[in-house]
T-cell receptor, first 113, second 112 residues
Framework: NAGVMQNPRHLVRRRGQEARLRCSPM?????VYWYRQLPEEGLKFMVY????????ESGMPKERFSAEFPKEGPSILRIQQVVRGDSAAYFC???????????FGPGTRLLVL | GENVEQHPSTLSVQEGDSAVIKCTYS??????FPWYKQELGKRPQLIID?????GEKKDQRIAVTLNKTAKHFSLHITETQPEDSAVYFC???????????FGGGTRLMVKP
């Protein structure tokens, strides 16, 4: 859905740097979901957030990855000390309520050199 | 947790033929099954979905069937066109409604 915005669309980082990915949900949506897609694979769930709360982070690596969805502003997926294996497309989706159809943003393609 | 298997991984058909993609899931509590189409370098786009209280749903050339007992669901595309060429993903939503588990994808090629 064109209403979910992500930036940057492309991000290049060197190993050891930090990557910050932003997701602005559709207007009025307070539920945000992050997924990672490795090349030639399906999307894998990472984390589900509501405003100011992480509800389910079962798919997110315990080390180096964190996510937030502040009261004001976009949701942020942060990857510290990136490694080559973090190279992937990161998609977010938003909904107004649980169990609604998830429409995806355009994604951020992270390349770690 | 949920596991979704998708077959085939690649499918080549002649324009005008039908294409069928099949998925199985493991969690009997899953109750919502969307299908997404993803073109190269683009976002996954929802093309059709089905909830567990119905067995079939159709939208023009696209249909989805669900067999809850066997825990499998299928995508049917009739009268395929070259612009149908893309990667198709099935998914199952968990009972809590917060997580989609995706299949591995099917690369559909429609030859003119």
């Amino acid at each position: 859905n064109a209403g979910v915005m992500q930036n940057p669309r492309h991000l290049v980082r060197r190993r050891g740097q930090e990557a910050r990915l932003r997701c602005s949900p559709m207007k009025g949506h307070s539920h945000v979901y992050w997924y990672r897609q490795l090349p030639e694979e399906g999307l894998k769930f990472m984390v589900y957030l509501q405003k100011e709360n992480i509800i389910d982070e079962s798919g997110m690596p315990k080390e180096r990855f964190s996510a937030e969805f502040p009261k004001e502003g976009p949701s942020i997926l942060r990857i510290q000390q990136v490694v080559r294996g973090d190279s992937a497309a990161y998609f977010c989706a938003s909904t107004q309520n649980l169990e609604e159809t998830q429409y995806f943003g355009p994604g951020t393609r992270l390349l770690v050199l | 947790g949920e596991n979704v298997e998708q077959h085939p991984s690649t499918l080549s058909v002649q324009e005008g033929d039908s294409a069928v993609i099949k998925c199985t899931y493991s969690d009997s509590a899953s109750n919502y099954f969307p299908w997404y189409k993803q073109e190269l370098g683009k976002r996954p786009q929802l093309i059709i979905d089905i909830r567990s209280n119905v067995g079939e749903k159709k939208d023009q050339r696209i249909a989805v069937t669900l067999n809850k007992t066997a825990k499998h669901f299928s995508l049917h595309i009739t009268e395929t066109q070259p612009e149908d060429s893309a990667v198709y993903f099935c998914a199952a939503q968990n009972n809590a409604g917060n997580m989609l588990t995706f299949g591995g994808g099917t690369r559909l090629m429609v030859k003119p």
